[in-house]
Every structure is written in C-alpha cells, then in structure tokens.
C-alpha cells in the first residue's frame, strides 16, 4: 500500500493523538522560559546554571534522537509512542516534585527521552501519510499546531507562577499525558512485520560521546569559561567521537544513522539553513523573559502577555505557509522570512531601558511573523528530495542537528552574553572612586546585564544573516530515486496507519 496513492486516506483520529503527545511535550518545554527566573531565585542558581534546564533537555535529545531511525524501522509506532509517552510522564512528574535544582534537571532529562522519540516518529508518520504535493498543506497544519504551544505557553505559564508555586507548570500537564497514553494504548493498533535488525552498540557509545560531548561543552563554556579543560577537553573528544561515528556509519551494510542524506543538495542546504537559525532563536527565547524581568521589571504574566501576539502570529500563519509553499515552493517564503527576522533580531540588539513594552511586544510579533516562513518550508523543501527509504534518517539526522545546533547557540550566546556582561561591570567600577554603593551596584547589574543582552542579539543577527544568504541557494526539490533505483517501490517504513 503506498501513501502516494490519492484514494488512501490518512487515519487522522491516530494522527492527532500522536500530535497531542508530541503537543504537550513542545509545550512543557515554551513552558519554563518564563519561569526561569523564579526558578533562579527560589533553587539559589544563576543563569548558566538555569540554561541547564533547556540545554539538558536539548543534551538528552541530541544522543538520542540518532537512534530513532533505528527504532523507527525496527518497532511499531504503538510501542514507541507507549514508551515515548511513558518516560515523558514520569518525568513530569519527578519535576514536579523537585525542591532542589539537580531533581528538577534529572525529571527534565527524562522528559526528554520520551520526547527525543516522539518528535521523529511523528515526523515520520506525517512524511509517508501525505504525498509531496501535499505535503506542504499537511506540514502546515502539523505546525500549526505545534506553534500553538508556545502561543500559549509563556501565558499560561506567567498566569500560573502569579497565582501558584512553579511546579505547578508540571502538575497541570501529568493528568494530560496520563490520558494520552491511555488513548495511544487503547487506539494505536499498527502491525509490523518482523524486522531483524541489530543497533551496533559502538556506533551508540561513539554517537552519545560525540553529540554529548559537544553539547555539555558548549552548555559548560558559560559557567566554567573556555579556558577550562573540561570545557575544551569535552568538545576535542566530541568531535573525534562524532567524525569516527560518521566514518563507521559510511561502512556498515545498516547504518545507525545514514549520512548519504547528504548526498541531495537540498537537504543538505536545509540542514545548513535551520542549524544557523535555531543557534540564533534560541537564545532570544532564553533572553527576553530576562531581560522583561529583570531589567525592566516587568511580572511574569506581563511577560507572558508580551510573547503571546507573536506566539499566536506564528501559529496561525504555519498552515497558511504551507499551502503557499506547495505553490511557489520554498525559497521565497525563506528568504522574505529570513530578511524580516534578521532586521527584527538587530533590532533587539538596540535595547535600553526606556524601551516600552508595546515595542517589545511588536518587534517580538514581527520576528516571530518572519520566523514562521522558516523552518516548515525549508525543512519540508529538504526532506521532500529524499526517497522514501531515507525518511527515517533524514528527519532523524535532522532532529539531532536542531538540537545540537540549539544547545550550541543556546550555550555560545550565554556564554557570550556572561563575558560581555564582566566587561561591563569591570569597565563601571573602574568609573567610580572608592567603593561603590549599594544602589550603585544594582544600577551596575542592570547595565551590565542590558549591554550582555544586546552585544548577543547582535551575534543573533549575524548568524541569521548568514541562513539568509544561503536560502537564495534554495531550489524547490523533487523525490529522488532510492538505492536500488526504484522509486518508491520498497519503503524500509511500512505504511500501516492509513485507512482505504
């Protein structure tokens, strides 16, 4: 049965339980940012410790998505979302329990396992469930409904920290993944034919060394500084791990993770495109509620309100890219897209502390309005080259990159954001004579903290500069013939979640 063939329709009621796990899973994650803060005051830690939280997950995800091509092809979608929502669930749980700041890291890890699972294989789903005439519209609707996460995270979450104790973010979403599961164990019925395939274990290790290396170096750099051994020790051996990861996949009859993804142009330019992006994004989703808090002094919940245009923006246009993707293809909505988040994230470099909050909440608004004509389009445009045997490892080589390249940009710019935020406060002491008082200091933090703040938007615009040279590059791609020179004749994924 092929999924190309336009009398097969999708089982949409399977397709939506996937997308509610994979829902509250993006959610728990937009979730925190607002919270990180209160987190900082009441578990007694500094902001390259709390990134932990969001670079610990990304750390989590980025030794275990390369796994999940493997599983994919190997195991049903029944068992892997069972486990996915599973571990998800008893990690939110231990978060929400925790009083000290390494059980809430340890309950946020473990969410991530299930959520390093359920991202691809969703992905997966939605690739053999569509033709790629379609596939735009589909991935839209998937987008819209992942956007709508953070569209109302960071209100939910700054309306929940006003009335109640943070942990409340973790008690509200375990009765929704306890459902869930229970709907995935009741509905999810595929069937796979046994499939004898064997996970080469020292591809595993050299993979978990390799990406974890890379990411608790970067993640480390912020509060340990470059010149630590264990900072620049761990991305040495990282990146000898993660070349001889690549070197051995390229001879293994069956890869853990096929690279001959990168042998199609356009995959390749996507993966450029999306890693230089989410280098950028993710820090100014860590950025502004600090600098909304704890420059301005504006409440969580204001905060909240202040995202949610922009969040909501984004949401709403993903569906509405994607049907003008299938269209006119992807390059233009990326590079119209790519231009207006450049000039919006140097925008945000300008800082001060006059700036109102109707201009944060717009400028906010507009970046989030460019963002969204980036990543489904360029994305999809990249995996719509690959032939259908190589779904698994393109969206998994292409998970594994987002959070890498998350992790890295995350670690870089806080890092890069710290040194800057020292200069400052060495330069304003410098200033005054004899010992500086206590309003003094205070008003040496905040201008310290601004100027870090904005010297990393400023970086921020530099990297998405660069993703927007690169998308003039883009050419709208067609299936490409397997391996065997048959198109679509075999697919190592069976498609077992459609209905005639």
Do not use: C
């Not at 480390?220 to 990282?238: E, K, Q, R």
């Not at 080259?385 to 806080?414: D, E």
């Not at 500086?436 to 615009?461: C, K, R, Y």
Request: net charge positive.
């Amino acid at each position: 049965m092929d999924f190309s063939d336009k009398h097969i329709r999708p089982n949409y009621g399977i397709l939506t339980v996937l997308m509610v796990g994979a829902f509250i899973s993006f959610l728990n994650n937009t979730l925190l940012n607002i919270a990180l803060p209160t987190i900082m005051t009441e578990l007694k830690v500094d902001e390259t410790t709390v990134q932990w939280l969001t670079t610990g997950f990304m750390l989590v995800n980025g030794i275990l998505i390369p796994t999940t091509a493997f599983l994919i092809e190997k195991y049903t979608v029944r068992r892997l979302f069972l486990v996915a929502m599973g571990l998800f669930t008893i990690g939110t749980i231990l978060a929400g329990t925790a009083h000290v700041f390494p059980v809430l890291l340890a309950g946020r890890m473990i969410q991530a396992s299930g959520s390093a699972i359920m991202m691809p294989l969703l992905m997966n789903v939605m690739l053999v469930s569509f033709p790629v005439e379609k596939r735009g519209a589909a991935m839209g609707v998937f987008g819209l409904i992942l956007m709508f996460a953070p569209a109302i995270g960071p209100t939910l979450s700054g309306w929940i920290i006003e009335r109640y104790d943070w942990r409340m973010l973790f008690h509200f979403i375990t009765p929704i993944a306890v459902i869930v599961f229970i709907l995935g164990f009741v509905m999810l019925k595929d069937k796979k034919e046994k499939v004898f395939l064997k996970l080469d274990f020292f591809s595993l290790i050299l993979s978990s060394i390799g990406f974890g290396g890379l990411l608790y170096g970067f993640s480390s750099a912020g509060s340990m500084g470059w010149g630590s051994p264990l900072v620049y020790g761990t991305i040495i051996i990282g990146i000898i791990s993660l070349t001889w990861f690549i070197l051995r996949q390229s001879k293994l009859d069956i890869p853990m993770l096929n690279f001959g993804v990168y042998r199609y142009p356009m995959f390749t330019l996507a993966s450029v495109i999306t890693m230089a992006v989410n280098m950028a994004m993710f820090s100014g989703f860590l950025l502004l509620p600090i600098y909304a808090q704890m420059v301005l002094g504006i409440s969580p919940m204001e905060t909240g309100l202040m995202l949610l245009p922009g969040a909501i923006l984004n949401a709403i246009m993903s569906p509405i890219n994607g049907r003008l993707f299938d269209k006119f293809g992807g390059r233009i909505l990326a590079t119209l897209g790519l231009s207006i988040t450049t000039v919006t994230t140097f925008l945000f470099s300008q800082l001060t502390f006059e700036t109102t909050y109707m201009h944060l909440m717009v400028l906010h608004a507009v970046r989030m309005f460019g963002m969204s004509m980036v990543f489904m389009p360029v994305s999809t445009n990249g995996l719509n080259q690959l032939p259908r045997n190589l779904y698994p490892h393109g969206t998994a080589v292409n998970n594994t990159l987002n959070q890498v390249s998350a992790a890295i940009g995350t670690g870089l710019l806080i890092t890069l954001m710290s040194l800057k935020k020292e200069a400052t406060t060495a330069n304003l002491l410098k200033s005054i004579q004899g010992q500086p008082t206590e309003a003094q200091e205070l008003q040496i933090g905040l201008q310290a903290m601004l100027d870090g703040i904005n010297f990393t938007f400023f970086v921020s615009t530099f990297l998405i500069f660069i993703a927007l040279i690169l998308a003039f590059f883009m050419k709208r791609a067609k299936q490409e013939e397997d391996i065997t020179g048959k198109r679509n004749s075999k697919q190592s994924v069976k498609p077992t979640l459609a209905k005639g």
